[in-house]
């Protein structure tokens, strides 16, 4: 391309930035004010000196157009219902006596109101707050947010664009509010929300933004006919609106497909769009509508979501095809930056090889900005840095870290009857009952019991050398006993270790098996306050020793009642992490599938006779469009099959799924032929008992009666009220009873009592079948 002369400067710039801060500042900033140790003036100044940090480093980067309005202190779809005037009622006066009170009292409820519901912020690990709206919603701009923060971010010089969640989005993403009728649909009030939009706008051309940048995600899944005519009509109505600035229309995640012949006739100035492998047939897509002549195009060709740094050349080369499609194109990621870590120097403890092949949000940002003056200047301009590029991807692509002959040859050799068990569901169900002799209804838990601030501070202590690994062992130890004498006292019939030793269920395990890397900083914000360290995948998996046994052993040596072995399935352990991109994701779930197994045959060598494998990340990580889904179920049912066939058919195998829409994954969870499932189902009142029983599904599951995302105590009336729900779906020999996920973030006060009364609960069913069979 060094003959190439661009018709315009090619500008960097990225959608959003993490949010926390280097020491997670925010998390404590935010948490010190819940608990009353920070003031509102104090948390503010937090923030404002936190984004003052990343515009800085983004613009020292190399970037030239910065994100602003991007910050959020707790969600930026909450942010969004506020700016356009959407707080559900029960929460208007709280917001009206205290803005910074009432916007926490949204994302977390109080004592007396419900929050927001929380879900997956499309098939990331980030959560966003639900809007809530029904037909008699009634928007109000509030540009308050959008326009200091742009003000902040042009008063250090900088130019900068406000990103705001696009509003066909927004209503695509927001559900009925509690009261309105299920069918309720929120697109339904566009008309009403496009002059909110109109006016917000407005205030930020007013206030000196020369592009603003609306988010259209939504748009990357299948959309129906109807939806995209409202796509046509937001866009020429907010394009054809007075005193606008210059409009770029976002998309992320993956293609357009039929949205973006409608995005590129829209009176709009700029589209950005994903080209990395997601997002791949954007490319034919835009070279098939003619291109977006005159108009911006925002290349995401940097990996938004993933930790591998960038191949410029092919990266050059995508840029290249595109400079003949737009009137000017520009350098982004895929998508916003709050999806991985901020810097990957930070990792001292990682091999320094292995850093040489992570771009975290500052190596991306840099990235970012190399290929933007490639683009402007020619690639003679970064000699050094293509040569430095290829060096590090030459690297990877021939080290032995990623490499495991063994684990290669095992994966290979795989075959059909090592994905099935050895006796069909009715046989090993007639072999359980004989073995486990458990009760009616059985109660049990879905494994992690309160992580104490005690024992997270002991693992802290641990890994800073102030105690020995024999004292922070003996505490762990000390915690099993409290969690299985307490279950043994309440009357659970299936009991867990407590899982107090696992820092998360995913980095623990990770930072067990060769191939996988762990991060010491590498926080990425999971929602709110609450954050996790996707570990990397690096090489091929292999499991040097037993992760899980001892722990499991201990607690069984414990108890005559059966302790459940606890394990992370192979989709959540690569959904939760950052995958390899150099091998299908298929052959990594086989690799992570068959270490686990070791596992799985290892507990049930010692003694286990009921094994766990969690699989929450299931039915979040189901591909965006429906087309792709079939591929992906695939390999997913088959990694599961393949940890869990190696046992004998007394052997009771269990799953947990914890996100609660499964409707459209039935089939899938059948076929993970577990004998036992335990789902999330206390909020939505049963729904997925009901949505088994009418696939016909035949084995033995465990609607959650104990919504365990509230400190809320349910009584034992409200989860007898629940199972008896549970039984009209699901026959009394095939009811579990349990919580809808794990304790961790819990306190044990509330746990106790709610145990206590999940037990009384089942007992008293119990007493009412035998008698109604006497
Ligand atoms: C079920 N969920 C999970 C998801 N993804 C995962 N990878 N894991 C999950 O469990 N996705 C969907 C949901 C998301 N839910 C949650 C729930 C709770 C958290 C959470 O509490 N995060 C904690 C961090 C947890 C952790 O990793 N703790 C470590 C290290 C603690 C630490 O860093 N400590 C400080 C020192 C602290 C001190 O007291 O001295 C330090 O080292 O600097 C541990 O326990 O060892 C959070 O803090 O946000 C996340 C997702
Ligand atoms: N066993 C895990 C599952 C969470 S989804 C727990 O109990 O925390
Ligand atoms: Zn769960």
Redesign the pocket.
Known sequence: MTEQSAAAAARATVYGYPRQGRNRELKKAVEGYWKGRVDAAALRETAAGLRRTNWRQLADAGIHEVPSGDFSYYDHVLDTSVMVGAVPERHRAAVDADETQGYFAMARGTQDVAPLEMTKWFDTNYHYLVPELGPDAVFAADSTKQVAELTEALALGLTARPVLLGPVTYLLLAKPAPGVAADFEPLTLLDRLLPVYAEILADLRAAGADWVQLDEPALVQDRTPAELTAVARTYRELGGAADRPKLLVASYFGRLGDALPVLARAPVDGLALDFTESGAANLESLAAVGGLPGKRLVAGVVDGRNIWINDFEKSLATLGTLLGLAGQVDVSASCSLLHVPLDATAEGDIDPEIVRWLAFARQKSAEIATLARALTEGTDAITAELAANRAALASRAGSALTRDPAVRARAAAVTDADGRRSQPYAVRTAAQRAHLRLPLLPTT?????PQTTELRTARADLRKGRIETAGYEERIREEIREVVTFQEKTGIDVL?HG?PE?ND?VQYFAEQLTGYVATRHGWVQSYGTRYVRPPVLVGDISRPEPMTVRWTSYAQSLTDRPVKG?L?GPV?MLAWSFVRDDQPLGDTARQVALALRDEVDDLEAAGTSVI?V?E?ALRETLPLRAADHAGYLAWATESFRLTTAGVRPETQIHT???YAEFGDIVQAIDDLDADVISLEAARSHMQVAGELASHGYPREAGPGVYDIHSPRVPSAEEATALLRKGLEAIPAERLWVNPD????TRGWPETRASLENLVTAARAIRTGLADDGS
């Open positions: 838990t879905i494994g992690s019991f867990v899982e696992r269920m606890m992370t959540t766990q969690d929450p947990h799924m914890c996920c794990g304790l961790k």
